[in-house]
């Protein structure tokens, strides 16, 4: 937008009329009024309309209604644009601070009536707490102001054009503006006024800003063992308002304080005996109020010190683990629109899955979600509203980051941060940004933070060297690299640094401040980045990116709901699929994932140690108890305990534990175990909650342990045979009857297959292209693991049968597997046989010399079609009962599982991989409430178990599909006996699957017993 046309669209100052300082989001007992609702509404494609609009008698009977707050694009059933999604680039050239003509322009109004109390404030303020990207505002026809910054909050002195009666407020907000070029942040672009718009009358004689520094002093300190109960807290207080407004009072009701200041300038601290401390785990808050004759302002206060010493991150005297995830403000419907009851809950559940940090990627929230982070209990890096990644794509020519120009904008955005957010205990870092590059206008605002807020440390990943922040972090370092990074033992240069640089950086604490990216099916490695920490004290942890999927609710062709990402609102460029990148899908439902990550980070460790764990039941054994909490004790916990023969329960109690102080561990002694002759023997210990919480019930599990108690048990070997002679294949054995060789009809039921599967509908790691840093050696830097098997063709392997064979009670098969265009293959001999009265299938796969990469499976599919019932569920001995992969299993424990053929999967936002439960022991396949079939899985020669799928639709199907709904109905389920899979890895956006958990090229032995149901 040219200059002439309008001067703000393209000026990278904060904007004008805005009150300063900015100042803390209180809650005050002042006269105020929502202007949220029904407000007239105006779209139109340029910024250069007249703007007669803003006129006091402008007739707008003729403009639609649209609700406020809200975001335009999700208004209207498309009538007003659509959302678009780009995770580095941005959506319109790049060339700063213009922006297109183009440029969807919304115009607002609304009537309002201010109370004729009011004529008695001293100013009438009117505040913003969040516009995308820049707007302008006018009161009764005269402009007052206008502000960028779209998830900061903007205050006007309003009291000249006000009065009392009828107003009329308008509103004109641009879609683009200087500032989208600071704030590319990886989410949907969303404008419009989103979050709330109030008016307040502000009192003479009222308060202006309060800000209550709380420390915490301990006791009776003992290394990291500290007696909370004798802690004393330390309170300064600073409070703006006029002299008039003096004197005010600090009220502690609780803790018996009443503090009179006379006059302004009295921020000495004072001390407060007998107050227990602040933490993400027991978040202790006190009801204070500072008042005047004019004015009262609630405040919940925690009382915490923060400090770093040396290379460890503490609060109040203990080293700090973040448990962390990354989280946008995301909701299908409502896009950032702030909903109290769901974003609760959002909380509520990170608690109930262990995550106890949270870093506000890449914005402050609404202010109101701290308020529930002080109450429920979180570690928050608080994080400016600020990222320029798209300048990446120019070799950051021209980043806003160093150029003068632009200081005042960093500026503005970092104090409003710090301002309207600094009452927060949970608040224990401030981040400057994300993936802004680097430069003098980033270390200008550290020097601001460093010099407003001694007391809390200043992060931001892109200071590589250490220049001016206070923390060492990055992003989606791999496992070896972090190790280094905590070992520090070959003191060597770090990333992007000089040996001096690497040194400066080495004597800080490590934050992961995104690691483990679970997009889709994925992450792996949770585990290992978890030893690292436990091992290395200088490592304090990390956030996942992300927290939730950011599906926008929309409706197919057909009218079927969806979650839409990038490029399904015919985005002009856009990063597809990359916006689901979540723990925690679209609508609620918890991923496999989060359940890895909570068993991962569970604050509660269990070791078992035998003590003469005999099978006839009479050695009992201990158990290690292991306090991972930062702050509580164990006394919250009950610890209960099951035994089960093959997953049936038969036994239960509970373990006494004593009280367990943070840090600290004890032993006790196992109960007796019934061990079963012929049946698997397991012990599972739970760590529950022993009473309701904010967050969770009584009952609540938040750790669990399991031990394996089963007397050894011997395989029946392989019968051999030498019988051998050439058939035709036309036979029946046991169960099971055989055209040419092929299998035709099992328990009476039509069947295909089995047929070798060495294909996966490729997880968003599969598709993800390699680095070629720190991967596997059958990794091509550039190219995606998926890219290499379709090359390779795995999804379309054809089979040429060799031989058929038969003995006296057996079939034996042979086939060379392999694909168009492809010179290598598999041998698959198939072995049918009658074993103790029972029907058994081995498998031997071998493959030839040649393959170059890795594998995603090895298994064998057989196609169930409907016939008069179709296979729709499923009970199993093994692992579960969600899914389970190789570097995904510490959320699996072993037992008996039901579940429908549809609960079996996940329904991920692009169709991939998904539903595999490794380790099977037993399967029974049902149809509604009849039982259909029944296998059982038998251990290969290294005593390798297989694990299984049960799908309704074939891998190539799943591949095939960007969306759910373009599945379609089946009415064949799917079966496949994996007898290996690949693991899920992190390469979206970090690390290769690690090489132990990669699945080469490969010989492996499948063996089954199947049988009808009674």
Not at 468 to 483: F, G, K, L, N, Q
Not at 670 to 699: G, N, S
Request: charged content about 25%.
């Amino acid at each position: 937008m040219s200059t002439e046309l309008s001067p703000h669209v393209s000026d990278f100052s904060p904007g004008r009329g805005a009150l300063r300082p900015a100042r803390s989001w209180l809650h005050s007992d002042a006269p105020s009024l929502s202007l949220n609702g029904p407000w007239r509404f105006r779209l139109s494609p340029t910024a250069s309309g007249p703007e007669d609009f803003a006129a006091d008698g402008f007739d707008d009977h003729g403009w639609d209604s649209i609700s406020v707050p809200s975001h335009w694009v999700l208004e209207g059933d498309g009538a007003y644009g659509r959302p678009i999604y780009t995770n580095i680039q941005f959506p319109f050239p790049i060339d700063p601070p213009h922006v297109p003509d183009e440029n969807p322009t919304g115009d607002y109004r609304r009537y309002f009536e201010v109370p004729a109390g009011w004529s008695d404030a001293e100013r009438v303020v009117l505040r913003f707490d969040g516009v995308e990207s820049l707007f302008r505002v006018w009161v009764n026809g005269t402009e007052v102001g206008s502000a960028s910054g779209s998830r900061l909050a903007h205050e006007f002195d309003v009291t000249s054009a006000v009065r009392t009666g009828d107003n009329v407020i308008a509103v004109r907000v641009h879609q683009w503006s200087a500032a989208s070029y600071v704030e590319d942040q990886d989410q949907w672009w969303l404008p419009g006024i989103f979050r709330d718009v109030t008016l307040t009358a502000r009192p003479v004689g009222g308060i202006e800003d309060v800000w209550l520094r709380t420390g915490f002093e301990q006791g009776v300190p003992q290394g990291f063992e500290q007696d909370f109960a004798q802690g004393s807290g330390l309170v300064e207080a600073e409070i703006t308002a006029d002299a008039a407004a003096f004197p005010v009072t600090l009220r502690i009701p609780e803790l018996g304080v009443e503090r009179v200041w006379a006059a302004p300038g009295d921020v000495a601290p004072f001390d407060v005996p007998g107050v227990e401390p602040w933490s993400a785990e027991v978040p202790r808050l006190y009801d204070a109020t500072v008042s005047t004759a004019a004015e009262s302002v609630a405040l919940r206060v925690g009382f915490r010190t923060v400090e770093i010493r040396g290379d460890r991150f503490l609060v109040n005297g203990r080293r700090v683990v973040f448990h962390g995830v990354n989280r946008h403000e995301a909701h299908p419907e409502r896009g950032r629109v702030f909903d109290e009851e769901h974003a609760r809950e959002d909380l509520a559940r990170m608690k109930r899955f262990n995550v106890n940090a949270i870093r506000t990627s890449h914005y402050p929230p609404h202010p109101r979600l701290l308020d529930l982070a002080d109450e429920l209990g979180f570690w928050v890096v608080l994080e400016c509203d600020l990222e320029t990644h798209g300048f990446e794509k120019l070799d950051w020519v021209g980043n806003p980051s160093d150029d003068p120009a632009w200081r005042e904008a960093y500026l503005d955005r970092i104090r409003r941060t710090v301002e309207r957010d600094k009452n927060h205990p949970s608040i224990v870092i401030w981040s400057l940004g994300n993936e802004a590059g680097t430069g003098g206008n980033l270390a200008a605002m550290s020097s601001w933070v460093h010099a407003r807020d001694p007391e809390r440390p200043v992060h931001y990943e892109g200071d590589y060297t250490g220049e001016y922040t206070d923390v060492y972090s990055r992003m989606y370092a791999s496992v070896p690299e972090t190790e280094r990074i905590g070992s520090d033992s070959a003191r060597s240069t770090l990333l992007n640094c000089t040996p001096a640089q690497s040194a400066r950086q080495r004597g800080k604490p490590f934050l992961l401040c995104e690691y483990a990216h679970a997009m889709g099916n994925g992450p792996g490695a949770f585990d290992q980045y978890e030893a690292l920490v436990r091992r290395y004290p200088r490592l304090h942890g990390g956030f996942v990116w992300e927290w939730r999927d950011h599906g926008i609710l929309t409706t197919a062709p057909d009218g079927t709901p969806y979650h839409a990402y990038g490029g399904d609102f015919g985005e002009v460029v856009h990063d597809g699929n990359f916006v689901m990148d979540g723990m925690l899908l679209s609508d609620d439902v918890p991923t496999p994932s989060l359940h890895e990550f909570k068993a991962v980070v569970a604050p509660v460790e269990f070791t078992f140690e035998s003590g003469g764990d005999s099978a006839d039941g009479d050695g009992h054994g201990e158990v290690g108890v292991t306090n991972l909490r930062h702050t509580a004790d164990t006394s919250d916990l009950r610890f209960r305990w099951r035994v089960e023969h093959d997953g049936t329960p038969v036994a239960s109690g509970e373990l006494e534990v004593p009280a367990i102080a943070a840090g600290g561990s004890g032993r006790v002694s196992l109960p007796a175990v019934a061990v079963a002759p012929d049946a698997e023997t397991w012990l599972t210990i739970d760590a529950v909650l022993a009473a309701p919480t904010a967050w969770a019930p009584a009952d609540h599990v938040l750790a669990t342990a399991q031990l394996d108690r089963s007397a050894p048990r011997r395989v029946s070997a392989v019968r051999s045979r030498a019988d051998w002679r050439p058939g035709g294949g036309d036979l029946s054995l046991g169960i099971a009857e055989f055209t040419g060789g092929s299998l035709t009809r099992l328990a009476g039921r039509e069947v295909g297959g089995p047929r070798l599967e060495l294909f996966r509908a490729p997880t968003d790691n599969d598709e993800s292209p390699s680095d070629g840093v720190e991967e596997s050696d059958a990794s091509i830097a550039g190219v995606s693991n998926a890219e290499l098997w379709r090359r390779d063709g795995l999804d379309r392997l054809t089979t040429r049968r060799v031989r058929v064979e038969h003995s006296a009670d057996a079939l034996r098969t042979v086939d060379k597997v392999s694909s168009a265009n492809s010179g290598s293959w598999v041998m698959v001999e198939s072995v049918w046989s009658v074993e103790d009265g029972a029907l058994e299938l081995r498998v031997e796969i071998e493959p030839s010399r040649g393959w170059r990469t890795v594998w995603p499976r090895i298994g064998i599919r057989f196609d169930l079609p409907d016939g008069t019932a179709a296979v729709d569920g499923a009970d199993w001995f093994g692992l579960g009962p969600l899914e389970s992969y190789p570097d995904s299993l510490r959320a699996a424990r072993t037992g008996r599982f039901t579940a429908t053929v549809d609960d079996l999967s996940v329904d991920y936002a692009r169709p991939q991989e998904t539903g595999h439960r490794a380790e099977l022991r037993r399967l029974t396949l049902a149809s509604g409430d009849s039982e259909v079939l029944r296998i059982e899985a038998l251990p290969d020669t290294r005593g390798r178990r297989p694990g299984f799928t049960l799908s309704r639709h074939t891998p190539q199907e799943i591949a095939s599909a960007r969306h759910p709904f373009e599945l379609g109905e089946s009415t064949t389920s799917h079966l496949i006996i994996d007898a290996a899979q690949h693991g899920l890895g992190s390469r979206s956006c970090g690390p290769d699957v690690w090489p132990e958990f990669a699945l080469r090229p490969e010989a492996r032995t499948i063996r089954l017993r199947l049988s009808a149901t009674d």
